[in-house]
């Protein structure tokens, strides 16, 4: 079973920056889709940034953020300039198989930014 193990969250000011990085227990060539989730208190997760073929990203985080992935280290990135304070959540890993025959979430990486 693939196992996700989120790091980098923390506490920031805003305009601050940081990185999240999702290590994958398997090749990171398995997952047909890779990307980053997000959940703020009393919201629904959203899609952050996602990486397959190439990239997506939501709109409030164009330009601010960038996925990107290390395929030796099996591991994927979310490198997040200019945060703002509605930047902040718990942010997930996950990961899709082709075909949709599995998916996973990390455990999850909580992101405050100060005002």
């Known amino acids: 079973q693939v196992q996700l193990v989120e790091s980098g969250g923390g506490l920031v000011q805003a305009g601050g920056s940081l990185r999240l990085s999702c290590a994958a227990s398997?090749?990171?060539?398995?997952?047909?889709?890779m990307g980053w989730y997000r959940q703020a208190p009393g919201k629904q997760r959203e899609l952050v940034a996602s990486i397959s073929r190439g990239t997506n990203y939501a709109d409030s985080v164009k330009g601010r953020f960038t996925i990107s992935t290390d395929d030796a280290k099996n591991t994927v990135y979310l490198q997040m300039n200019s945060l703002k304070p509605e930047d902040t959540a718990v942010y997930y890993c996950?990961?899709?198989?082709?075909?949709?025959?599995?998916?996973?979430w990390g455990q999850g990486t909580l992101v405050t930014v100060g005002s």
């Open positions: 398997t090749s990171i060539f398995t997952f047909n889709v």
């Open positions: 996950n990961v899709r198989g082709f075909r949709g025959v599995f998916q996973v």
